[in-house]
């Protein structure tokens, strides 16, 4: 499953893209996730958006090519992201951290930049978020495990 039916590389396979119902679903498994982490007694939850997994798959354009409510601009390529912090936030006690990492930057024309970390990381601050980490490095190990100049 991935935001968009687009793969990373021509030898690649093809994801599925998830749809509302998929979206909700997947919400819910981190939801879940979540409170089930609580119960455990951990009280520090991160939420991992970057390193091409699924909410980075939402934020980046390089990988989401949806024409809904969740793809296209800014704004709405972060949704996932907010949806998902929103719900994980609301499950929790509000003793438990939660935080998030991001990617600052896709190293890539065309991809996430650096400006555009800086405002979803103030868009998820606004949401009382306990702590985030940029992530730089993304796109830079890929190419280099795929043996692709930097």
Same mark, same amino acid.
């Given at each position: ?13 093809? !994801? ?22 609580? &119960?455990? +007694? ?6 991992? =958006?970057? $390193?091409?997994?699924?909410? $980075?798959?939402?934020?980046? !354009? ?8 969740? +793809?296209?601009?800014?704004?709405? &390529? =972060?949704?996932? +992201?907010?949806?998902? =912090?929103?719900? @994980?936030?609301?499950? @929790? ?6 935080? @998030? ?26 949401? /009382? ?9 993304? &796109? &830079?190990?890929?190419? /280099?495990?795929? $043996?692709?100049?930097?």
């Amino acid at each position: 499953m991935s935001a968009s039916a687009k793969a990373f590389g021509p030898n690649w396979h093809t !994801p599925e893209a998830l749809d509302d119902a998929g979206i909700a679903r997947t919400i819910e498994g981190f939801v879940q996730a979540a409170k089930r982490s609580v &119960r455990l +007694g951990i009280d520090v939850i991160e939420l991992h =958006m970057t $390193h091409g997994y699924l909410v $980075h798959q939402f934020f980046s !354009p390089l990988s989401n090519v949806r024409t809904d409510k969740y +793809g296209g601009s800014l704004e709405t &390529r =972060m949704r996932f +992201g907010l949806e998902l =912090m929103d719900a @994980v936030y609301a499950a @929790v006690p509000k003793s438990t951290a939660v935080g @998030v990492r991001i990617a600052a930057s896709d190293w890539m024309e065309g991809g996430v930049t650096v400006d555009e970390a800086v405002t979803f990381t103030v868009k998820l601050k606004e949401r /009382e978020l306990e702590g985030e980490q940029l992530s730089a490095i993304q &796109r &830079r190990l890929w190419r /280099e495990v795929l $043996h692709e100049p930097v």
